[in-house]
């Protein structure tokens, strides 16, 4: 196991090109070892570039690549003790479901009765353990995808397993209990856990640090709660969270005031007489519902109120925009306007598109 570091890494897939299109922007970045990591973002981002710049399937343009002090840039694969789990299964059909699980360590030429218990015991951990005998290309696509998984496990030697949205073939049921397993096996075994997802939901859970791309950059890098309390741009703010972070176009009326239209608030940020192209932004789940006005509270229409059984979703306009507040269930919303409170310690400013 090691710690693996991206040492001013970019890639681009066109390096003959007059102005390539860089897949990852120069970027570093570090993943302590035995961490438990989401990459998160959009279809596009260079989720996939980045994972394979790490297990070596890819040899990036510009950067190093190490695990410790080892530089590992130029070393394959096979050499570099990295177990990737692809999106869709990577098994061989004619082997048994024991003799696909032992592959990683035969190869390795570990004993026969080592083999064994590893197997035996990735086996239970997958619910696999009755399939063992079984030829591989008979079971379900989720099954092929345990056993994809557990090659990766059987392995206490690598330095980390590279998940690519291991689970999209698994229904949600299982996905959800896998997703607890490998937390399980990460406080277990201590290997650091890299798992790619498009979905927060599955971020969230999963990782306890977590890595959020757009474009080809890293836009934040921190603990959930980080990325819900302090998204560090816009980006991050309206992807992660459901729903998305509410942001408005705003100007600043004083160090520690700003204005939506004729509107004032107060904020905790200090902001620059000439900071330039503003936004507020307020997670729907901190703004209140008052019975009178106050500092930074507004009124506002009320357009609907959905109850999702253990929250109610308020939308309301004011001044043609719309803002969400998620409240508790049992309060009593008035049908058409509402007073709602932005409190300023929960207000985020961004400069374009950064976090101030
Ligand atoms: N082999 C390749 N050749 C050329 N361009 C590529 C190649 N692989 C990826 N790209 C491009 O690089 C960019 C990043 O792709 P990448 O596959 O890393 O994104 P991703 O975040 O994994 O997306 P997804 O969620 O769809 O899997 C995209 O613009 C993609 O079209
Ligand atoms: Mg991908």
Redesign the pocket.
């Known amino acids: 196991m090691a710690k693996i570091i991206l040492d001013n890494i970019a890639h681009t ?2 390096p003959n090109a007059n102005n390539p ?1 860089f ?1 990852l922007k120069e970027m570093s970045l570090s993943w302590a070892d035995g961490g438990r990591y989401a990459l998160l ?10 994972l394979n710049i790490m297990s070596g399937l890819v040899r990036p343009s510009h950067g190093k690549v190490f695990f410790e002090e080892r530089e590992v840039t130029s070393m394959i694969t096979e050499d570099r003790n990295i177990a990737q789990v692809f999106q869709f299964p990577v098994i061989y059909g004619t082997m048994t479901v024991y003799e696909n699980l032992a592959f990683p360590l035969k190869c390795r030429q570990f004993p026969e009765d080592q083999i064994e218990r590893k197997v035996r015991e990735v086996a239970e951990i997958l619910n696999l353990q009755d399939y063992l005998s079984n030829r591989a290309k008979g079971l379900t696509a989720d099954q092929k995808q345990l056993i994809s998984l557990g090659r990766g496990l059987v392995r206490e030697d690598v330095a980390a397993i590279l998940m690519d ?1 291991p689970l999209t073939v698994i229904d949600p049921d299982l996905k959800f209990r896998l997703r607890r397993k490998l937390k399980e096996i990460n406080d277990k075994y201590k290997t650091t856990l890299i798992y ?1 997802t ?1 979905d927060q939901n599955e971020a969230m859970t999963f990782a306890d640090n977590i890595i959020v ?1 757009d474009q ?1 950059e890293v836009v934040q890098a921190g603990s959930p709660k980080d990325l819900f309390e302090r998204p560090q741009t816009t980006f991050v703010g309206y992807f992660i969270g459901s729903p998305a972070m509410n942001l408005y176009k705003c100007s600043a009326s004083s160090q520690n005031e700003i204005s939506i239209g004729a509107k004032a608030f107060k904020v905790k940020t200090n902001i620059n007489s000439n900071s330039d192209n503003l936004k507020l932004g307020i997670r729907s789940e901190y703004i209140t519902v008052e019975s009178e006005h106050s500092d930074n509270s507004l009124e506002a229409d009320v357009i609907e109120v959905e109850d999702f059984g253990n929250y109610k979703l308020i939308t309301a306009s004011f001044d043609s925009l719309k803002i969400k507040a998620k409240v508790k269930r049992e309060l009593d919303i008035p049908s058409e306007k509402v007073i709602l409170k932005l409190p300023a310690e929960h207000c985020c400013i961004y400069e374009n598109n950064k976090l101030i």
């Open positions: 897939y066109e299109i897949a973002g959009p279809s596009g981002c260079g989720k996939t570039t980045m949205e790619v498009h791309m080809g």
